[in-house]
């Protein structure tokens, strides 16, 4: 079953904005990092920004001063606000958790939300 849900995606004229969510079952939210990775077509999978269960937070550098990074760990959601959005920010956005235990460890990745910018 899915565990990870990103929504929030669709179309804006470049300077608009958009607010992503990511929505996880507790166990895996709760005490981990959670990054956002984009894609645009025919290009590798970037990262965009993360934040720890601590609130430790990293942006890629060309999303510094636009984007925003949060979590609210009662409803085990993070989210990520985007201003002054680029034509270049077009993509897919996925949400990224990686678990790693003595025992196990498992990548969850949302099925991504499709971000379009438009000129």
């Known amino acids: 079953q899915i565990q990870v849900v990103e929504s929030g995606g669709g179309l804006v004229q470049a300077g608009g904005s958009l607010r992503l969510s990511c929505a996880g079952s507790e166990n895996i939210f709760r005490f981990n990092t959670i990054s956002w990775y984009r894609q645009a077509p025919g290009l590798q999978r970037e990262f965009v920004a993360s934040?720890?269960?601590?609130?430790?937070?990293n942006y890629e550098d060309s999303v510094k001063g636009r984007f925003t990074i949060s979590r609210d760990n009662f409803k085990n959601t993070v989210f990520l606000q985007m201003n002054s959005l680029k034509t270049e920010d077009t993509g897919v956005y996925y949400c990224?958790?990686?678990?790693?235990?003595?025992?196990?460890?498992?990548?969850?990745w949302g099925q991504g939300t499709q971000v379009t910018v438009s000129s």
């Open positions: 934040i720890s269960s601590g609130g430790i937070i």
């Open positions: 990224h958790v990686p678990v790693r235990t003595t025992v196990y460890s498992i990548d969850y």
